[in-house]
């Protein structure tokens, strides 16, 4: 009883915790990367990249959305993630996943893999191919996404400075990248 109480009390404050009293921060704001194919990245460029995130001060949610093109195609990058989240906040109580998923983003034709690295290390290991010696938030981590958006509610114990880790999957195509990325804050 006791339990299914406090659920249901746990559920009630995370339906209301993003209101009116909730600012969006854009950290990123369509930012285009260009990464080569696997085999490609051999003889110059790179087939992985790490974004620095810093989040600000009272950071409560964070957001991502990811759009990956065949390099040569036309891009859309016409999205406003701050205020596309700040209004469908407002609009009531409603949860950051909710708002997310009611976020139209363009369509895209690649796909990519996009991890969240928590700390430096992670970030090097990373971008230098050590497999296995990288860590990532599995919550706030996709593969073979095309369209990502990502909610990430809660981001309590987080570091302040994480890294947004893209992985072109082809071998051999180069890709481009917009990324978006918001933090909701108090």
């Not at 209101?19 to 490609?40: A, F, H, T």
């Not at 990249?49 to 065949?70: D, E, F």
């Amino acid at each position: 009883m006791r339990k299914t109480f406090l659920a249901l009390l746990l559920s009630l404050f995370s339906v209301g915790a993003y209101c009116q009293d909730s600012k969006v921060i854009n950290l990123i704001s369509n930012e285009v990367y260009q990464l080569n194919g696997g085999l490609r990245s051999q003889f110059g460029g790179r087939s992985r990249i790490a974004i620095p995130i810093s989040l600000p001060y009272n950071t409560r949610g964070l957001v991502y959305t990811i759009q990956a093109y065949r390099q040569g195609e036309s891009v859309e990058h016409s999205l406003n993630l701050g205020m596309s989240l700040l209004t469908l906040i407002n609009t009531g109580n409603v949860t950051l996943a909710n708002a997310v998923s009611n976020i139209e983003i363009p369509a895209s034709t690649q796909t990519v893999d996009v991890y969240l690295l928590p700390g430096w290390n992670d970030k090097e290991n990373f971008v230098n191919k050590r497999e296995g010696y990288w860590r990532i938030y599995d919550n706030a981590s996709r593969t073979a996404c095309s369209n990502c958006k990502v909610a990430l509610e809660n981001v309590a114990g987080m570091p302040q400075n994480l890294f947004l880790g893209l992985r072109n999957l082809s071998s051999l195509d180069a890709i481009t990248i917009v990324v978006n990325v918001a933090a909701v804050t108090y």
